[in-house]
């Protein structure tokens, strides 16, 4: 069978490419789409810096094969700030200095969005298990874990703000 | 959030009373942290030039080996592959990385020319249209090798006749200065260890360590319309890859151009030069940019770790705590090539006997070839494992003697104006005051006479 | 070997005949793609059932029928099966949670340590071939596989009171590690005394094991300190544990009694 055309709804966008086979989503958002915040780090579903959400899950782009996802929803760290405007996850980790040399950083505020999707106040032990499978070998993960657990306290604050509820599952629903 | 600045302790520090600091005591961004929270920072791989190939490496299946032929014939029958690279495809094959410092003999092939000494030494690289055809030819390079014997323990590396593992050094440690060992002689050990009230002789040993960087190394070459080639890299060492690229493609350094500077971690393990010159052949060869990185299993596998040491520490000590004789026998395992493991054992001797005045001191450090993956630079290398078997030595002597760890510290440490093993005169020194305020922080209490000792003077010790 | 086609069939029926024809099955892709993407290609043709409907969960009757295809978090998300929430939270991490499937962690080399639950419950599972459906033991499964060109549709266990239900599982970390060793057990007592005793133990031999000598030993017996730890010594003789980067086989034969004790009584 010959290469193959995906279409995908990646940050709110309707994309399209073509894959060969076998192809996973990690190489077909950096190689086709130009979408290179994900990162390859082992291809190997061992070190989550591919992680993405795809139809509202964080999971591990690497392992996808574009042919089984065909038509589903994406997003990446590209499509959390589109606007320009960081978002409580993002500037909790800059302000945290929840990033060294930068190459975990998107697999793992993704991780952390899928779970502030999940659970909009984790305790320290729903952190440290949403970013099990999210390898980072400059921090030792506390400057992360803090960041994430004030990232979620941003939020609370900032819907409560906006008197909106303080779970929004917009991918998910 | 809540940062908990340190602020200048003037109790120690008397010259650093004034206080108009700009950075220190304040809070400042990363310069790099808004690219990383919002994924827009450019590593290496994040490039895409078009028309990009994809190098991929075959790789000894053997320890130590001649090798009697290399068949790549069913490597270039697979469709998509343009180029597979041998050692006669390599301008300058031989190499060592610190030969920009003076350091030899060229010991190492880029791509391995008769002779394998470790597994996973690169030896056929082969350069494809995709990854997948790309790894496909590089599993049918069809190498046919001839054993040879293997030796993997530096002890054994330096017992009579035992296997050549590097014929450019002839024997298995790397010569200093005319001697098999960097050498520290100061005063006469063997009369402090004859005259002492105890003896202590314990043996410590490590394994390797991998830097496991989450992004691996590699680089993406471009051919430049002027001739040059760019070089996008995460090497550590920009400018150190770029001389001995240089050197090994025969070509003057302003023929490359090295883009770099964002490293997805290092820890010591993207300075060896490991992927670029191969890139750059294949560049040249094929006048299309390429991309060579390692995949997760080749950066375990076989890009350098942290040497393997192992540490005999023989000390002569004074029922009052005083060390008055240290003698070291240290054996670091370089595996199969230099890299930087001659400067890291020249390292291991600078840090000889650890920050202590000793009157006597006696080392021995080899720097011992191994059919093992070469080690090289990691955070300190040459002097956190010494630090680890030094700092074990003195616990174990303090309990041996019934005595307070922190008290033969502190009647050991070094002192301004003491003169060490290299004949240096130390200066600046504040172990004293280290272990003073550090027992203070956890509760340990010293006697009167040891919170009253200096660094200034060996008053009390 | 490149991958040649990666097909994505809507039917169980599509999906058994891609596998007849020698295509290679993956399900959350999490076995699979680490060996494509590397190179190491399992065969041209790839079958993913993930478009085959055999994901899904019913429970009744205390009996559950688990999907093949369905994902471990979609197993700690189901009121149902609540009973396996701590074994699945010990199943690497939750982004690979959200791919492996039930069936991937029983298909692969070796068996996972929700295959080794199954063990001790021993489960039936389902499985479809060209010739038809039928069912087989966990067991069989777990040491001989499938036939070629069948498809393991679905598990179905009778799903354990939770005061009968023991699960342990020994890690160098707390979260996303490997096993030294994984327990999994069913224990029914009566006046006190064992009645039956279904102990699984992973990561102690090529593929997890009943540690039916240890079973034998608690029969009968008061489950405490003693017989435990007697049980445990009594289970070195149903395994064959290997040296890996997680322990030595002399570890884990040594800390055995020690962790059966703790699988069971705290």
């Keep these: ?173 | 959030m809540n940062y908990r600045l340190a602020s200048i302790d003037k109790d120690y520090f008397a010259d650093q009373r004034d206080e108009r600091y700009s950075v220190i005591g304040s809070v400042v961004q990363r310069s790099d942290a808004f690219g990383h929270v919002t994924g827009r920072t450019e590593f290496f791989e994040d490039q895409a030039p078009a028309r990009m190939l994809h190098v991929k490496m075959h790789r000894s299946q053997r320890h130590h080996a001649r090798i009697r032929g290399i068949d790549v014939s069913a490597a270039e029958a697979v469709p998509g592959v343009v180029r597979a690279l041998t050692h006669a495809d390599i301008p300058n094959n031989l190499y060592t990385p610190l030969k920009l410092i003076g350091i030899g003999p060229d010991d190492e092939p880029i791509l391995a020319e008769g002779t394998v000494r470790y597994l996973g030494e690169p030896v056929c690289a082969v350069v494809a249209e995709t990854e997948a055809a790309a790894y496909d030819a590089a599993a049918r390079v069809a190498v046919s090798y001839e054993d040879l014997p293997a030796v993997f323990d530096v002890e054994e590396a330096l017992a009579p006749g035992a296997p050549v593992v590097n014929e450019y050094h002839g024997h298995n440690y790397f010569t200093y200065e005319g001697h098999h060992c960097r050498r520290l002689r100061f005063g006469d050990v063997d009369r402090a260890l004859a005259t002492a009230d105890h003896v202590f002789e314990w043996r410590y040993q490590s394994s390797p360590i991998e830097q496991a960087p989450a992004e691996t190394t590699g680089c993406i070459v471009v051919p430049q319309p002027d001739g040059r080639l760019r070089i996008h890299s995460d090497t550590q060492a920009c400018f150190f890859t770029l001389d001995n690229t240089a050197l090994i493609l025969n070509t003057p350094p302003g023929k490359l151009r090295i883009v770099g500077g964002t490293v997805g971690g290092g820890f010591g393990g993207k300075v060896d030069v490991a992927v670029e010159p191969v890139a750059c052949v294949a560049a040249m060869a094929t006048g299309r940019p390429v991309k060579y990185v390692y995949n997760r299993y080749e950066e375990m596998q076989v890009s350098s770790p942290r040497a393997a040491e192992r540490i005999y520490i023989k000390d002569a000590v004074m029922n009052d705590g005083r060390i008055t004789g240290r003698q070291i026998r240290f054996y670091a395992d370089a595996g199969a090539y230099s890299r930087h493991s001659p400067y890291a054992i020249t390292k291991s001797a600078a840090h000889m006997p650890g920050p202590y005045t000793i009157p006597n001191v006696w080392a021995d450090c080899h720097c011992v070839f191994t059919n093992r993956t070469p080690s090289s630079a990691m955070r300190g290398f040459g002097v956190t494992i010494l630090d680890f078997a030094l700092e074990s030595q003195m616990d174990r002597i303090a309990r041996a003697l019934g005595a307070d760890p922190l008290q033969l510290r502190l009647i050991n440490a070094y002192r301004d104006g003491d003169v060490k093993a290299h004949r240096k005169v130390a200066e600046g020194t504040a172990l004293v005051e280290v272990i003073q305020k550090a027992a203070e922080i956890v509760g340990h209490e010293l006697p009167e006479d040891f919170r009253r000792m200096s660094s200034a003077s060996r008053e009390g010790a | 070997m490149v991958v040649e086609a990666v097909h994505v069939p809507d039917s169980l029926a599509e999906a058994t005949a891609q596998a007849a024809r020698g295509g290679h099955v993956m399900a959350g892709g999490t076995a699979v793609m680490p060996l494509v993407n590397y190179g190491i290609v399992p065969g041209p043709e790839l079958v993913s059932l993930r478009r085959t409907g055999l994901a899904g969960i019913e429970v009744g009757d205390g009996t559950a029928r688990i999907g093949a295809t369905t994902t471990f978090s979609e197993v700690a998300d189901s009121p149902g099966l609540s009973v396996f929430r701590p074994a699945v939270a010990t199943i690497a991490s939750p982004v690979i949670r959200n791919m492996a499937t039930v069936g991937g962690n029983l298909l692969t080399d070796p068996p996972g340590d929700f295959a080794t639950c199954l063990l001790a419950l021993d489960a039936t599972c389902e499985v479809a071939g060209a010739g038809g459906s039928r069912d087989v033991p966990v067991a069989e499964v777990i040491d001989s596989g499938l036939r070629p060109g069948e498809l393991l549709t679905a598990v179905v266990v009778r799903l354990p009171a939770g005061a009968n239900w023991f699960y342990r599982k020994v890690t160098r970390r707390r979260m996303n590690s490997g096993a030294i060793m994984t327990i999994a057990a069913t224990v029914e007592t009566a006046g006190g005394l064992v009645t039956t005793a279904r102990i699984a133990l992973g990561g102690l031999a090529p593929r997890p094991v009943r540690a039916a000598s240890a079973e034998r030993a608690l029969a009968g017996r008061p489950l405490v300190p003693d017989v435990v730890m007697e049980a445990g010594e009594a289970a070195r003789a149903d395994v064959t544990p290997a040296d890996d980067p997680f322990a030595s086989a002399w570890y884990r034969n040594r800390v055995l009694p020690v962790h059966l004790r703790r699988a069971l009584l705290g």
């Design chain 1, 1 to 173: 069978m010959a290469s193959q055309v995906i279409a995908l709804v990646v940050n709110d966008e309707e994309r399209e490419f073509i894959a060969k086979p076998g192809t996973s989503l990690l190489s077909g958002l950096r190689d086709s789409l130009g979408l290179t915040a994900a990162k390859r780090g082992c291809a190997q579903g061992g070190c989550g810096a591919c992680t993405v959400l795809v139809d509202g899950k964080a999971v591990l782009s690497c392992l996808l094969a574009v042919e089984t996802i065909n038509g589903a929803t994406v997003r990446t760290l590209e499509g959390v700030a589109a606007d320009g405007q960081l978002d409580e996850v993002q500037s909790a980790f800059l302000d945290g200095f929840a990033t060294q040399c930068g190459f975990c950083t998107p697999g793992m505020i993704m991780a952390a969005e899928a779970l502030l999707d999940r659970n909009p106040d984790p305790g320290e032990d729903e952190v440290a298990e949403a970013i099990s499978g999210n390898h980072c070998r400059c921090t030792g993960y506390r400057p992360i874990m803090n960041a994430i657990v004030d990232a979620a306290r941003r939020r609370r604050e900032a819907r409560a703000a906006a008197g909106a509820p303080a779970r929004v599952s917009e991918e998910v629903a």
